[in-house]
């Protein structure tokens, strides 16, 4: 159980050595919601993420009886860099092994931070156990990446900053992979505010602490992939899990269309680039299955920002589609001189701008005498869209709308 004095001692040890992050008011996602909703922005902490807070505490706690092996920690993303940049900054060597499989970037990201790389297992579960191994082999400390009491103090320092910014908080919601960041947000509230909720979000690809907090024991899962990597973990801890069950309200899951709606909302409505677990709050929030109380305070922590610029790419066509900030369709031409000039100038009465244009001539199974233009517009949204898909079946085009 967290105290008081374990809170201080946490935050005065990481005071001056991580970013104490804003939490800031959305007006836009506030209307939406019906509460006052604010979002705690771990993804502007060190190294992208708020890993680095439970790594700094831990290192720096048992700094004095880390041996010349350092420390090794398991990871395919941010507790890899978190733990990296706490041991350069405690002078510690750190070794991190990562699955054989992980990109590139991911790699490069941590051994900038000045850590040696292992490749070590097909998936997460079979590097930490090649990284308990190594550790042993080396007389070094593992650094687990969330079932560890200290880790769980260092995460709970965002519960405090979140009450002493707002210490009318009325419900947090979290995302949840192994449980070590619902489980320090939990204990600090627990402590400084008890009467404040706690939730927790998964993504419905990989749902362990949900099933397990339903069924009262730790269930594993085979998780299916997901843009929420960060939170793909297939059991919660040994630690975490009973504090989940004692301290938090529910485990609400969120599909990979709500979260990267989400995700695509923080970044147009206030610039916030979260990856795909730090998106997964307002997802549950917006998703409706959270009892939220009419005009009270609501925090997201959005936990993390390091998203591969590819999949980010991936997301927001992905997330434009949706919201009708783009439209895609064929339609089917005349094959004559002036019939594409015609369709452009109807787009640009329509006042949409052309992206993309494909004319397709030679295609199998098309008639000679006719072409197929393939078109990606902008638009204003569904309405926009609804009336250009009016306008050009009234102007006599078969309009097949694509995704
Ligand atoms: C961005 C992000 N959010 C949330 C989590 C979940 O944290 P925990 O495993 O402590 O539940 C992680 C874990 O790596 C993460 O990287």
């Not at 931070?113 to 007389?139: D, F, K, M, P």
């Not at 973990?233 to 975490?240: A, K, N, R």
């Not at 307002?282 to 005009?295: D, H, Q, R, Y």
Request: aromatic share 2%.
């Amino acid at each position: 159980m967290i105290t008081p004095d374990d809170l201080r001692r946490a935050a005065a040890l990481l005071q001056g050595r991580i970013i104490r992050t804003p939490l800031v008011y959305s007006p836009g996602i506030s209307r939406m919601a019906g509460a006052h909703v604010y979002l705690k922005l771990e993804n502007l902490q060190k190294t992208g993420a708020f890993k680095v807070r439970g790594a700094t505490y831990k290192i720096l706690s048992n700094a004095g009886r880390v041996g010349p092996g350092g420390v090794v920690a398991a990871s395919a993303g941010n507790h890899a860099q978190g733990v990296a940049l706490a041991a350069r900054e405690a002078g510690i060597p750190a070794t991190i092994v990562m699955p054989e499989r992980v990109s590139l970037a991911k790699q490069a990201a941590t051994r900038e931070y000045g850590a040696e790389i292992v490749l070590s297992g097909e998936n997460l579960s079979e590097s930490l156990e090649a990284a308990v191994r190594l550790a042993e082999s080396r007389g070094a400390a593992f650094v687990h990446p969330f079932d560890d009491p200290e880790i769980i103090l260092g995460q709970a320092t965002i519960g405090q900053e979140i009450l002493e910014d707002l210490p009318e908080t009325d419900l947090v919601i979290v995302p949840v992979g192994g449980g070590g960041l619902i489980a320090g947000i939990a204990s600090a509230v627990r402590v400084l505010r008890p009467q404040t909720r706690v939730v927790g979000v998964q993504a419905a690809a990989c749902p362990s602490a949900a099933l397990s907090c339903r069924e009262g024991r730790r269930i594993p899962v085979d998780p299916e992939r997901t843009i929420a990597d960060g939170i793909a973990v297939s059991e919660v801890g040994g630690i975490t899990f009973p504090i989940m069950r004692d301290l938090v309200e529910e485990i609400v899951l969120v599909d990979e269309d709500q979260i990267i709606e989400a995700m695509v909302l923080l970044l147009e409505r206030k610039k916030v680039l979260a990856e795909g677990a730090g998106a997964a709050p307002l997802a549950a929030l917006l998703g409706g299955s959270i009892a939220v109380p009419e005009g009270g305070n609501v925090v997201l922590v959005v936990s993390g920002g390091n998203i591969d610029p590819l999949v980010l790419d991936r997301v927001l066509r992905q997330g434009f589609l949706w919201n009708g900030r783009i439209m895609r369709f064929s339609v089917c031409l005349e094959d004559e001189p002036g019939s594409l000039v015609g369709l452009l100038a109807l787009i640009t009465r329509l006042r949409a701008n052309v992206l993309d244009i494909h004319h397709a001539r030679h295609e199998r199974g098309m008639p000679i005498t006719a072409s197929r233009v393939d078109v990606e517009l902008e638009t204003r949204g569904h309405e926009h869209i609804a009336e250009i898909t009016a306008a050009l079946t009234a102007a006599g085009y078969q309009v097949q709308v694509r995704q």
